[in-house]
């Protein structure tokens, strides 16, 4: 299990984006957390997904207390997290082709062994054909370029994933298309998801549970006004 | 679009035969846009729908001169007496990108330049295009993040310090500026939750207002149908369909069969993605690129369906209702 209790985090001291907040994703359950832009909720799935240090609170991931977080999380856990976020153009190297895109968090890892068959079967799960698999990201459409990004994430088969806003940048036909991939996923490895977005239709589609914001905070967050939340910047699996 | 409108106005952009190509490694070609056509009149918003990799960032990096190195261009898109393909990379930066097209861009947070802030990047664009007396710059900038409903007390962030809807209301912002009267609208409402969507769209609709006309493009078929006049469908590089919103979105539906199925795969309908995958626009089928996945196909499908009454397809759904 996921467990996050009583999580405050933030930017600049003193000033949280959010507070106090509690939530568990069991092993193979599907939580869909629907928030309006800007209320936090991207923050919290960075700081479930380890990848921003909370101020307070803690996160512990099928019973192991996290002590640190980003790079220098220990590995297990840091690899027990596929990561999406919203603009795959923002957390993908320019450099690479998507081929090695996908084979990153194996090349990081040291398993580059793996790389040619798990790019492969992958590449198939996602649906992107060996003349996609070679061009850059500059090169391909943002839709493309989501499929890679889910690919890496699922690379070295998460025990949980964390998708913010997955499909934000999507058609319809792609995001059934990749929340198909997910769910596939999710049966055959029993993972647990956290879906953050805001959407409420696709949420209660995709998700077996779906929180909102508010019921995470008691109605105190979800300021709009502040609109705090930057997009997520941080490859996963890289670092 | 009615044969016997009284005399209509000169269109704002005139798209005809449109394509694009990509030169890749080995000469092979991504055939992007192929054979684009269409009109856009004042006051009128048009919607450009279509799945992911169909062409339609590329069709508006065209319109705005913005291709890459490798691409090659058909066809012309006039913009009043100017061809948007054959003029010059001089005239396009001074007097066409911002000035008579404003752009909103699809990715806005890559968009804007991550070590300005949303102020000095308003300023500098409102010096840029407005040129007012120095000491207006500030006000002027101020006011036009206020059009964009970006609130005041975030303009001196920098782009990674806001969150996915601010940055795309920053991108807006800027778009509005030059007072084109041509906006191109990529993704406008991407990351933006259900009553932002509706705020900016609104919003959009209302900077059309009568002197000014929209191309939106999106994969958001519901801000699509709230303020779309007409809807362009794309699949695989080539328009595929053009429809009174009204009618798209409506009771008669969609005539092509690719797009009913897009509507299909809507959360709120069926949620089924349309099996397989588009062709791979570097071998693109001589006959209908959508045969493989149609399940209306026939042996006519073999041969490329001509746009005729704004469907190309052999077999549109309306004449098999009927
Ligand atoms: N510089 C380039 N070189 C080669 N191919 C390219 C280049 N830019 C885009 N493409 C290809 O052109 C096609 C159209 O891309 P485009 O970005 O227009 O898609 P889109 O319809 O905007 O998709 P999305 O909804 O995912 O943004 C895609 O197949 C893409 O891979
Ligand atoms: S032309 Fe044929 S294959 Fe193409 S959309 Fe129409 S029915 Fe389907
Ligand atoms: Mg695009």
């Excluded at chain 1, 070679?134 to 890679?148: F, I, K, N, T, Y």
């Excluded at chain 2, 890749?24 to 279509?50: H, I, K, N, P, Q």
């Excluded at chain 2, 539906?253 to 993605?273: C, I, K, Q, S, V």
Aim: proline content about 6%; aromatic content about 4%; hydrophobic content about 40%.
């Amino acid at each position: 299990m996921l467990e996050l209790s009583a999580v405050t985090a933030g930017y600049e001291p003193r000033r949280p984006v959010l507070r106090d907040i509690d939530l568990d994703v069991e092993q193979g359950e599907s939580v869909g957390l629907l928030g309006p832009s800007g209320c936090g909720k991207s923050t919290l799935a960075r700081v479930a997904a380890l990848l921003h240090r909370p101020e307070s609170g803690h996160v512990v991931v099928d019973g192991e207390t996290v002590h640190d977080w980003r790079y220098r999380a220990p590995r297990e856990l840091r690899t027990a997290f596929g990561v999406v976020f919203q603009q795959p153009r923002l957390s993908a190297d320019p450099r690479l082709r998507l081929a090695a895109l996908i084979a990153e968090p194996l090349r990081a890892v040291g398993r580059t062994g793996e790389i040619p068959r798990r790019v492969e079967e992958l590449a198939a799960t996602v649906g992107l054909g060996a003349e996609l698999l070679a061009r850059r990201p500059h090169e391909v459409s943002d839709g493309q370029l989501q499929r890679a990004c889910l690919a890496r994430a699922l690379v070295l088969r998460p025990r949980y994933l964390v998708c913010d806003e997955m499909t934000a940048m999507l058609d319809a036909s792609t995001t059934a298309a990749l929340v198909a991939v997910v769910e596939d996923y999710r049966r055959e490895s029993g993972a647990g998801l956290l879906a953050v977005g805001h959407d409420r239709t696709l949420l209660e589609r995709w998700c077996g549970r779906t929180v909102h914001w508010s019921q995470l905070t008691g109605d105190r967050g979800g300021d709009r006004a502040q609109d705090l939340e930057p997009a997520g910047r941080t490859a996963p699996g890289t670092a | 679009m009615t044969p016997d409108a009284p005399a209509t106005p000169d269109p704002v952009l005139a798209v005809r035969g449109l394509s694009v190509r990509f030169r890749m490694r080995g000469d092979t070609f991504v055939r992007a846009v192929t054979d684009a056509s269409f009109d856009l009149r004042l006051g009128e918003c048009l919607a450009l729908v279509g799945e992911s990799g169909c062409g339609k960032s590329v069709l508006a990096s065209a319109l705005l001169g913005l291709l890459p190195g490798n691409a090659e261009t058909a066809g012309s898109a006039h913009l009043g007496d100017t061809d948007l393909m054959t003029a010059g990379e001089n005239v396009l930066a001074r007097s066409v990108r911002g000035r008579r097209i404003g752009l909103v861009p699809q990715s806005p947070a890559a968009h804007l330049t991550p070590v300005r802030t949303v102020r000095s990047q308003l300023e500098e664009t409102v010096r840029e295009l407005t040129g007012p007396p120095r000491a207006e710059v500030r006000a002027a900038a101020e006011r036009a993040a206020e059009r964009a409903a970006f609130p005041a007390d975030h303009l001196d962030r920098h782009p990674h310090e806001l969150s996915g809807g601010l940055a795309q209301r920053a991108a807006t912002a800027l778009a509005l500026i030059g007072d084109a009267p041509l906006l191109l609208a990529d993704e406008p409402t991407t990351g933006l939750d259900r009553d932002l969507v509706e705020r900016t769209v609104d919003e959009l609709k209302r900077h059309t207002g009568d002197s000014r006309a929209l191309l939106m493009i999106t994969h958001d078929l519901a801000a699509a149908e709230r303020i779309a006049d007409r809807v362009a469908v794309m699949y695989a590089g080539r328009i595929v369909e053009i429809a009174d919103a009204g009618d798209f979105f409506g009771a008669r539906g969609p005539r092509h069969p690719y797009a009913g199925r897009l509507l299909d795969a809507l959360p709120e309908r069926e949620f089924t993605p349309i099996p397989g995958m588009p062709p791979e626009l570097t071998a693109l089928p001589d006959g209908c690129a959508f045969a493989a996945r149609c399940t209306r196909a026939t042996e006519r499908c073999d041969r490329l369906p001509a746009f005729e009454n704004s469907v190309a397809c052999h077999h549109t759904l309306e004449v098999q209702r009927a």
